[in-house]
DNA sequence: CTATGTGAAGTGTTTCACAGCC
DNA sequence: GGCTGTGAAACACTTCACATAG
């Protein structure tokens, strides 16, 4: 009985390392650019030079979640894609909530990338009371009164925090109140938010700064 | 003779983790919220508590480059912010160059939270003959060829590629042939650039897809 | 008593290297 | 020949726990 027996009694993914996951959108990217330029097949070492990592490390990452490569050939690229698709969640699309319609916010309901991976941001929201009521984008832009209702109706899981940093806590509680499961906050606060609702942020002057000290610390 | 005395002959921070630099923006961000709110002083504690993090992380990350701390005391928070800024490189101005103004970039060019830290985008550039020549908030839009001169003259090192996926190698690549020395890129690719060039890229789609599937996989 | 800084222990991730397969 | 999948070794990072200082 020396088998790990507790691997998952599920099909849950019992502990993949964060940075698993997000290697794995970087995959997935790649795989549909080689697809687009007409690959059929591609190979864990041709998929690892392409992004700056071993061989291995893509084997052992895709292998978290089962054996999808063929010995000899490599990895069929559609069927990798569909695969990484069901792993993600992103096979079939999401709904996607947006509130602040600021610059930053109007810049991501135009956002191309995001319908591409089968996000669709279909309702957006504003305290702004002349903004209330128009679309923009097509995308109809509504008042934080009526998140609960619209949200419930839309089938909305994942909500877009684009405001300033003041409000960005009360936006957040809002969704979550509305019955969001995971937010991407933009904003530059850490939210605090029950630890049953996922977040991720991202801080624009962060990724900056950190290119800054890249740079400021070449060569000694 | 057990002591590791190769440690770093010059002030060079040897070899710090990466994600240690990228901890330490969010205290940065963190210690300016506790002086806006009033702080004079702060703990490893209270720290890592507002982030999520242990105490003994927040100390060992900032003793990677001093002792910045009292005993008995913590931290004083306008000391740390100072030391932290030093150590980022962003204790002075950095000039930046956007290139693709488009929904993003523009979005981008009135993003409050760059100046605040020490981010200034000087410079616009794109290929739209129609929006060479004009100003948005204030900020000028140059033709691509102007790239070089611009560079030079105001001193720019960091550039931020804003345009479509298609073009984006080919932005980054003017970018560097102009004399930056870090890009932050938001296309979906993968940039190839020399080794002498840091980057840091941003997938918005990616964090989406990210916070998909934590939300896909709670609680199994 | 509070809080830092740090060697040592513990945990997690990446790389290695090879058996097995095409 | 080429390539995957995977235990084992190597490396990196985090947490522990305590000596030291105010």
């Not at 795989?31 to 864990?44: E, Y």
């Not at 084997?59 to 990798?80: N, S, T, V, W």
């Amino acid at each position: 009985m020396s088998a790990p027996s507790d691997k998952s009694p599920e099909s849950g993914p019992n502990d993949v390392p964060k940075a698993v996951v997000s290697r794995l959108s970087l995959y997935l990217r790649e795989l549909q650019h080689l697809l687009h330029d007409g690959s059929r097949t591609t190979s864990s070492t041709q998929l690892g030079s392409l992004l700056g990592l071993t061989d291995a490390q893509v084997r052992k990452d895709l292998a978290y979640f089962g054996q999808f490569g063929h010995p000899g050939i490599g990895y069929h690229c559609d069927e990798l894609v569909r695969e990484i698709k069901q792993i993600l969640g992103t096979n079939h699309p999401w709904p996607v909530a947006l509130v602040g319609v600021g610059n930053l916010g109007r810049a991501l309901l135009g956002h191309r990338g995001f319908s591409h991976q089968g996000f669709q941001v279909v309702a957006a929201f504003d305290v702004d009371p002349t903004k209330v009521g128009r679309k923009i984008i097509g995308i109809p832009v509504y008042g934080l009164d009526e998140l609960p209702r619209v949200v419930k109706e839309k089938g909305i899981r994942l909500g877009i925090v684009a405001v300033p940093p003041t409000s960005a806590q009360e936006a957040a509680d809002r969704l979550v109140a509305a019955g969001v499961d995971g937010v991407l906050n933009f904003a530059s606060v850490t939210l605090t938010l029950p630890k049953n609702v996922s977040t991720v942020g991202v801080d624009l002057a962060m990724e900056l700064e950190q290119l800054a000290f890249a740079v400021a610390n070449r060569r000694e």
